[in-house]
């Protein structure tokens, strides 16, 4: 049973750029957060997709945005990127069941972005 | 108010001793908290976890002490072992539709053979 796989991961930037993110969830699961993690620094939420759309979304830019699949994968889209961008971005996927969200988040290994 | 603060922010310990790891939280409305281990270059993993309905839960070495009129919980380690050589994380979340996790800042563990 795969777990949660993100692609690229690892990828160089420069200033002003775009740049998107792609996450497949652990087989099973519907729901699908990202998050930012800088260096030294603990997981920070972006956003989380249920049913391809944004449910909840964290204190982030709208130049971060996302998307959902049919297939509970998921993109994250980043616009003009800054030098502050720069970090591991994790996606994260969970099942929910009747509704309600277990609480347990399975993470991939993350996407390291590096912007020059 | 959303904040999750964590402490120590590095620990060493030698091997088979006991590591602590403490974190405070000061939205009410958080009901689930749990703790994750990442290793250099992978996604963190869920260790264990609690809901506040309880005051302690214990998975093999690994103990969640939970006060919840402090608003405090902390990770206990037993026999700590260097394979626990790890950063930690505690978090919170809300539990309903769309719920969210906020991290604490992470602990280092260095477990010395």
């Known amino acids: 049973d795969a777990g949660v796989t993100q692609s690229p991961t690892h990828l160089i930037k420069t200033r002003g750029q775009q740049v998107t993110l792609r996450c497949s969830p652990k087989?099973?699961?519907?729901?699908v957060s990202w998050y930012q993690q800088a260096l030294g620094q603990g997981p920070q939420f972006i956003f989380q997709?249920?049913?391809?759309?944004?449910?909840q979304r964290g204190n982030f830019p709208d130049r971060f945005s996302g998307h959902q699949f049919p297939n509970y994968s998921s993109e994250l889209n980043v616009n003009a990127l800054l030098l502050g961008d720069s970090a591991l971005y994790l996606c994260?996927?969970?099942?929910?069941?009747?509704?309600?969200?277990?609480?347990?988040?399975?993470f991939g290994e993350g996407s390291r972005l590096t912007v020059l | 108010q959303q904040q999750v603060k964590q402490s120590p922010q590095s620990l060493i310990v030698q091997k088979g001793g006991i590591s602590i790891i403490n974190c405070a939280y000061e939205n009410t409305a958080f009901d689930y908290f749990p703790w994750y281990q990442q290793f250099p270059g992978k996604g963190p993993a869920l260790l264990i976890a609690i809901r506040p309905d309880v005051s302690e839960k214990k998975e093999g070495r690994f103990t969640i002490s939970f006060n919840k009129s402090a608003k405090q919980f902390s990770l206990h380690i037993m026999d700590s072992q260097p394979g626990d050589s790890a950063t930690y994380f505690c978090a919170a979340s809300r539990g309903n539709y769309g719920q969210n996790f906020v991290f604490g800042p992470g602990t280092r563990l260095s477990v010395l053979p």
């Open positions: 994260a996927s969970s099942p929910t069941r009747t509704g309600w969200d277990t609480g347990e988040l399975f």
């Open positions: 997709y249920y049913e391809e759309e944004e449910r």
């Open positions: 087989s099973g699961h519907d729901t």
